[in-house]
């Protein structure tokens, strides 16, 4: 039996997962514009090399319930972050590994997401697998991007602030300890 072709920007993924499907490939960071837009300026998505990802589907028949469809999915990417100490681009390594389980409609997958542990969507005739790879990846961005340990010393902001004056005025509460000492009672 002839395999069947499936085209990950518009993938089928029932059938895809009834035929135990398999997808690999490589796509350029340009054809990410998401996860473009977080590139530092000394580095755009052009220069970074490629996103790698792999995808399995899955059909599988518990007894006493209906089928479960499954799409497994792999990414891994390299993206040049600004650190947030020292402001110097730096090389961030994404890496994703999800099960994603697809039911029949968007009420259903709401209340099984709600429900369970697992990742849960809605079924899809024309699955973008490039927009979900995506969406991953760019949960897997830092909050606050940054080194582990900053390639240069940082130079702190009060470094370069001269020190204070020194008032001649006495402490304001310098007073009142005084009064204190002096209003005891004997």
């Known amino acids: 039996m002839k395999q069947r072709q499936f085209d990950p920007l518009k993938l089928d993924v029932e059938a895809f997962a009834r035929d135990a499907g398999e997808l690999q490939g490589e796509w350029s960071m340009v054809e990410l514009p998401r996860l473009?837009?977080?590139?530092?300026?000394?580095?755009?998505?052009?220069s970074w090399p490629p996103l790698r990802w792999s995808v399995s589907g899955e059909r599988l028949n518990p007894r006493a319930a209906e089928p479960q469809t499954w799409l497994h999915l792999e990414a891994e990417a390299t993206v040049t972050l600004v650190c947030q100490?020292?402001?110097?681009?730096?090389a961030q390594h994404l890496a994703v590994q999800r099960s994603l389980r697809f039911v029949r409609d968007e009420d259903m997958a709401a209340q099984l997401d709600a429900d369970s542990d697992e990742d849960v969507l809605a079924m899809s005739r024309s699955l973008d697998l490039r927009e979900l790879i995506e969406d991953e990846l760019l949960l897997e961005l830092p909050l606050v991007p940054r080194h582990e340990e900053c390639p240069e010393p940082l130079v702190h902001a009060d470094d370069d602030l001269p020190e204070p004056a020194q008032d001649e005025k006495p402490h304001p509460f310098a007073a009142l300890a005084a009064l204190k000492g002096k209003g005891r009672p004997q």
């Not at 590139?39 to 755009?44: D, F, R």
């Not at 100490?85 to 730096?90: F, I």
């Open 36 to 46: 473009a837009e977080s590139a530092s300026e000394e580095s755009p998505a052009a």
């Open 85 to 90: 100490r020292c402001l110097q681009p730096y």
